[in-house]
């Protein structure tokens, strides 16, 4: 309703957490998603340099850390503790977390990997086409 009515979807509260922190903060994957949808930034920080992701890791709840992640949430914010999300999570002894975030960044290097190959395989082609419509000259 309040999306439908142009609410800030920036809005924070005291602790400059915004409505997607609060949704990765209690679980609601769905909810992540519909504000992604709507450009809630992926980004924000709370008070603590704690992004939506960190707090959905911090709780250990796997479902908002995969749509966070699935929608391009950074992996290796650093909080104003000095450490990343990753690193929290070792320290805590969460192997499935640290695992999880692991794995997204190996898929997110291999992704932007094919990505590039892709985008070079293109220019190549590009340039073969334009060799081959140069005349020589004698």
Do not use: W, Y
């Not at 509260?13 to 209690?26: K, P």
Request: charged fraction near 30%; hydrophobic fraction near 45%; proline fraction near 1%.
């Amino acid at each position: 309703v309040l999306l439908a009515r142009d609410a800030n979807i920036e809005a924070t509260d005291c602790n400059q957490m915004t409505a997607l922190m609060v949704a990765a903060e209690s679980g609601h994957a769905e909810t992540i998603r519909v504000l992604a949808a709507h450009h809630a930034d992926l980004t924000a920080r709370d008070d603590r340099g704690f992004t939506a992701l960190d707090i959905a890791a911090m709780i250990g709840n796997e479902e908002a850390m995969k749509a966070l992640a699935a929608l391009g949430a950074p992996l290796d914010n650093v909080g104003n503790d000095g450490k990343t999300t990753l690193q929290r999570a070792q320290d805590d002894g969460d192997e499935e977390i640290a695992t999880f975030l692991i794995e997204s960044k190996r898929c997110r290097a291999e992704k932007k990997e094919a990505e590039e190959r892709a985008h070079l395989a293109a220019q190549m082609k590009n340039l073969k086409r334009r060799i081959s419509h140069v005349k020589p000259r004698l």
